[in-house]
């Protein structure tokens, strides 16, 4: 069954030869980052691309009124911004700090070089950018033949896979502050729409809220869904 994911972990510079991997880390620069602090903004120039390091930032696309929607989650050892980077081309999207984060940065000028002289960068990155096709492909497919509660069932799952932040043998909590209108903007529903589905999953003791944070209750039920 397709499904859609919310959060990513990818990590094709993990992935890469000992000596191609200390290269990068030696030119990268790493940066603290609290709550709500930009790793960049639709439309600027490419600087650089990014590593999340630790914590969790969130992809954002922005509607013609102003409004930001959230696109996905980026967890530890996630890469992105190497489209641009690739291309030559503005970011098309923002990146927040959600959580504290520390966040790599891989300067435009520092890039280049390591590209041209490590033929295993163009591979793996060409190896990413057609997963991400078939990630947009299967979401897509997702969407159009999944009710929305399978939806978002599958979306809590993954953050519950990869935002954990105290798990127990059948629980736990969500790390990542994650609204309900941002769910209905990232499903393009509405929000009373989202409200119901997420009613059902408290009723039935599966998801629970508290201090602003989501709790997964019952995982293997949530598995199940």
Not at 9 to 23: K, M, S
Not at 51 to 61: C, F, S
């Amino acid at each position: 069954m397709a499904r859609a994911e919310i959060t990513t972990d990818e990590n094709w510079i993990g992935q890469l030869p000992d000596e191609v991997r200390t290269a990068i880390g030696e030119r990268m620069v790493r940066t603290a980052l609290a709550p709500g602090d930009r790793v960049k903004t639709a439309g600027d120039p490419p600087v650089a691309i990014h590593q999340v390091i630790r914590g969790h930032v969130k992809l954002t696309g922005l509607y013609q009124d102003g409004r930001e929607s959230l696109i996905a989650i980026y967890a530890a050892g996630n890469c992105f911004s190497e489209t641009a980077m690739v291309a030559s081309r503005p970011y098309h999207h923002s990146a927040v700090a959600l959580t504290e984060s520390l966040v790599g940065f891989l300067g435009r000028d520092d890039f280049w070089p390591l590209y041209h002289r490590f033929p295993a960068i163009p591979d793996a990155l060409c190896r990413k950018f057609a997963g991400t096709i078939g990630r947009q492909l299967q979401a897509r497919e997702a969407r159009a033949t999944q009710r929305l509660s399978e939806q978002i069932a599958s979306m809590f799952k993954t953050l519950a896979d990869r935002c954990a932040e105290v798990r127990a043998a059948n629980s736990c909590v969500i790390a990542v502050p994650i609204t309900q209108n941002e769910i209905a903007d990232h499903f393009d529903v509405t929000r009373q729409a989202v409200h119901r589905e997420i009613s059902a999953l408290k009723s039935s003791g599966i998801i629970d809220k508290q201090g602003g944070r989501w709790i997964v209750r019952d995982l293997a039920r949530l598995g199940r869904l």
